[in-house]
């Protein structure tokens, strides 16, 4: 658990919330929630699973500025158009 003793589901809708509006680094959305990093990057591994976030770029992390970092979004209307042909 985390040190805002919020449960995993509360965590989980926390970290969806932070990440809808705009691209966020795990980072950011570790300071932005209070949600530990960590949990975070569970969290994140069970949103890809379900198609549910996406990873939209790269660049330096507002909070570290040391090193360049994917940004992830939970928001369909910003993940990345693919462009492959569908089969059906």
Do not use: H
């Not at 198609?51 to 939209?56: E, F, Q, T």
């Not at 209307?77 to 089969?87: E, G, I, T, V």
Request: net charge positive; charged share 30%; proline share 3%.
């Amino acid at each position: 658990m985390s040190n805002t003793g919020d449960n995993k589901k509360d965590q989980l809708k926390k970290v969806f919330n932070a990440f809808f509006d705009n691209p966020k680094t795990m980072k950011e959305v570790d300071i932005y929630t209070g949600v530990m990093r960590e949990n975070i990057c569970r969290y994140v591994c069970a949103l890809r699973q379900k198609n549910k976030i996406a990873l939209v770029g790269y660049r330096k992390c507002k909070i570290t500025g040391k090193y360049k970092v994917g940004t992830y979004t939970t928001n369909p209307d910003l993940f990345p158009r693919s462009n492959q042909l569908k089969m059906f």
